[in-house]
């Protein structure tokens, strides 16, 4: 029995931890922090940056204690706990954040800091990144709203439709007694979103490519900004103010250098980016949605996206304000990426096809009754389409009148069709097998 309860407890263990591991050579925080801790004076000396860590998220360090800090971490050796990394989304995300940041109390204190982030990115995810902008950037733009059909195969998987139901009603909710959703639920629900459903989903749902305004506003208000991130009194905070309530916030501090250190520009690049990755500059932009640092698209007509903060009232820090907002507003490397995912080679006016082999009698007419089979199915088809554009002009912008999952078609009730029945199924014989018996039915009787 005891031997089944160990068994049971690995069990248990194994599928919580269903994170993929770290690459090989890469220590997740978490169990950097353990090997620490096993060892008296890394322990010690650990303990003190942590209370270090939670000074500095208050308040500034004193320059007396900015010491003692400073001369722990030169005394620490452990090399696993220098060079830990974390994973996005994971079961102990921000236990291992908080393990990072302790032991790098100097970092992040400037932008201009950009040379690391706390998560890894092995090859394998950033191939797989890259293969889905790859298939995003050649799907053809044949005038259709992108947006509503990334929203619509979104609410055909599951997951997709169902988180996304999820976060629709905690950003559009309000509080009881108020006129105002409570952002931190709407935050947690979009990062639950973005972390939990498969790129190939969320990404086309952030960065579908629009051709008219009707698509983009759909795009622009697909992550509720009226609750993610506008205060209620409309009034813009400043960029540097809104910088640093990010810093004091593990997760946003680790989101917002990961952005810094992946979304890094270049003018010397093809793709605008130092990293020369921008699909994984385009999730290191996802991971910012669902903190206090959202981004968003400013208008419905372009691509360009931006914080909502300005930079009035910086006084002599205006400079580092501007650099803030440029992180968004003037970035190669983020516009591009954001670009390339709408890209598509241009198509030909029109496709000209081989003439197919002339058809038999028999295939002709079994042809006909296709097509006219076909043609109700289109009209049908084509009838729900004119719909759908109707329900769209209507909306006028409007996100909270985007059907939940539940509201949604799934794929069991999309075979569905009316009670028609195919004339190839057509219970009556033909006119040909009735000839025959009859003609058989004669040749018994006279004989």
Same mark, same amino acid.
């Given at each position: 029995?005891?031997?089944?309860?160990?068994?049971?407890?690995?069990?248990?263990?194994?599928?919580?931890?269903?994170?993929?591991?770290?690459?090989?050579?890469?220590?997740?925080?978490?169990?950097?922090?353990?090997?620490?801790?096993?060892?008296?004076?890394?322990?010690?000396?650990?303990?003190?940056?942590?209370?270090?860590?939670?000074?500095?998220?208050?308040?500034?360090?004193?320059?007396?204690?900015?010491?003692?800090?400073?001369?722990?971490?030169?005394?620490?050796?452990?090399?696993?706990?220098?060079?830990?990394?974390?994973?996005?989304?994971?079961?102990?995300?921000?236990?291992?954040?908080?393990?990072?940041?302790?032991?790098?109390?100097?970092?992040?204190?400037?932008?201009?800091?950009?040379?690391?982030?706390?998560?890894?990115?092995?090859?394998?995810?950033?191939?797989?990144?890259?293969?889905?902008?790859?298939?995003?950037?050649?799907?053809?733009?044949?005038?259709?709203?992108?947006?509503?059909?990334?929203?619509?195969?979104?609410?055909?998987?599951?997951?997709?439709?169902?988180?996304?139901?999820?976060?629709?009603?905690?950003?559009?909710?309000?509080?009881?007694?108020?006129?105002?959703?409570?952002?931190?639920?709407?935050?947690?629900?979009?990062?639950?979103?973005?972390?939990?459903?498969?790129?190939?989903?969320?990404?086309?749902?952030?960065?579908?490519?629009?051709?008219?305004?009707?698509?983009?506003?759909?795009?622009?208000?697909?992550?509720?900004?009226?609750?993610?991130?506008?205060?209620?009194?409309?009034?813009?905070?400043?960029?540097?103010?809104?910088?640093?309530?990010?810093?004091?916030?593990?997760?946003?501090?680790?989101?917002?250098?990961?952005?810094?250190?992946?979304?890094?520009?270049?003018?010397?690049?093809?793709?605008?980016?130092?990293?020369?990755?921008?699909?994984?500059?385009?999730?290191?932009?996802?991971?910012?949605?669902?903190?206090?640092?959202?981004?968003?698209?400013?208008?419905?007509?372009?691509?360009?996206?931006?914080?909502?903060?300005?930079?009035?009232?910086?006084?002599?820090?205006?400079?580092?304000? &501007?650099?803030? =907002?440029?992180?968004?507003? +003037? $970035? @190669?490397?983020? %516009?591009? #990426?954001?670009?390339?995912?709408?890209? /598509?080679?241009?198509?030909?006016?029109?496709?000209?096809?081989?003439?197919?082999?002339?058809?038999?009698? &028999?295939?002709? =007419?079994?042809?006909?009754? +296709? $097509? @006219?089979?076909? %043609?109700? #199915?289109?009209?049908?088809?084509?009838? /729900?389409?004119?719909?759908?554009?109707?329900?769209?002009?209507?909306?006028?912008?409007?996100?909270?009148?985007?059907?939940?999952?539940?509201?949604?078609?799934?794929?069991?009730?999309?075979?569905?069709?009316?009670?028609?029945?195919?004339?190839?199924?057509?219970?009556?014989?033909?006119?040909?097998?009735?000839?025959?018996?009859?003609?058989?039915?004669?040749?018994?009787?006279?004989?």
């Amino acid at each position: 029995m005891l031997f089944l309860g160990i068994l049971l407890g690995i069990f248990i263990r194994d599928v919580v931890h269903s994170s993929p591991p770290l690459p090989p050579g890469i220590v997740d925080c978490v169990e950097a922090e353990k090997g620490c801790k096993a060892d008296p004076q890394c322990k010690e000396l650990y303990r003190t940056l942590e209370g270090c860590a939670s000074e500095e998220a208050v308040a500034p360090l004193g320059s007396k204690t900015r010491i003692e800090c400073l001369e722990a971490l030169s005394a620490l050796h452990y090399l696993p706990l220098l060079a830990c990394k974390c994973q996005r989304g994971a079961r102990r995300e921000e236990h291992c954040l908080r393990a990072y940041w302790s032991v790098r109390i100097l970092q992040g204190e400037c932008y201009d800091d950009l040379e690391a982030s706390p998560y890894d990115d092995s090859p394998v995810e950033t191939s797989h990144m890259a293969s889905i902008v790859a298939a995003a950037s050649s799907l053809p733009l044949d005038g259709q709203n992108a947006c509503l059909k990334a929203a619509q195969d979104c609410g055909l998987y599951e997951k997709c439709g169902s988180l996304r139901s999820e976060y629709v009603l905690a950003c559009t909710k309000p509080v009881p007694g108020s006129d105002h959703c409570n952002r931190q639920k709407c935050h947690r629900a979009l990062r639950r979103f973005l972390e939990r459903v498969p790129e190939e989903y969320s990404l086309g749902v952030l960065f579908c490519p629009c051709t008219d305004k009707l698509c983009g506003e759909r795009r622009r208000k697909t992550i509720v900004p009226s609750c993610s991130y506008q205060e209620r009194d409309g009034i813009q905070p400043n960029c540097l103010h809104l910088q640093s309530y990010c810093r004091k916030d593990q997760l946003c501090r680790s989101r917002l250098a990961d952005f810094q250190h992946n979304c890094q520009p270049s003018g010397l690049s093809p793709s605008g980016c130092i990293r020369e990755s921008g699909a994984v500059c385009l999730k290191s932009y996802a991971g910012l949605i669902g903190t206090i640092m959202t981004p968003n698209y400013l208008s419905n007509s372009t691509v360009d996206v931006a914080l909502w903060c300005n930079c009035e009232g910086s006084g002599n820090q205006l400079q580092d304000c &501007l650099r803030i =907002q440029s992180m968004f507003t +003037n $970035n @190669a490397c983020l %516009e591009n #990426s954001i670009s390339t995912m709408g890209s /598509s080679p241009p198509r030909p006016v029109e496709s000209i096809p081989p003439p197919s082999p002339r058809p038999s009698p &028999l295939d002709q =007419q079994n042809k006909l009754s +296709n $097509n @006219a089979q076909d %043609e109700l #199915s289109n009209n049908a088809v084509e009838q /729900s389409e004119e719909d759908d554009e109707e329900e769209e002009e209507e909306e006028g912008g409007q996100f909270d009148v985007i059907p939940l999952y539940a509201e949604k078609a799934t794929v069991s009730n999309l075979g569905s069709g009316g009670g028609g029945v195919s004339p190839r199924l057509s219970s009556a014989p033909p006119p040909s097998l009735l000839l025959l018996l009859l003609l058989l039915s004669a040749s018994l009787s006279w004989g």
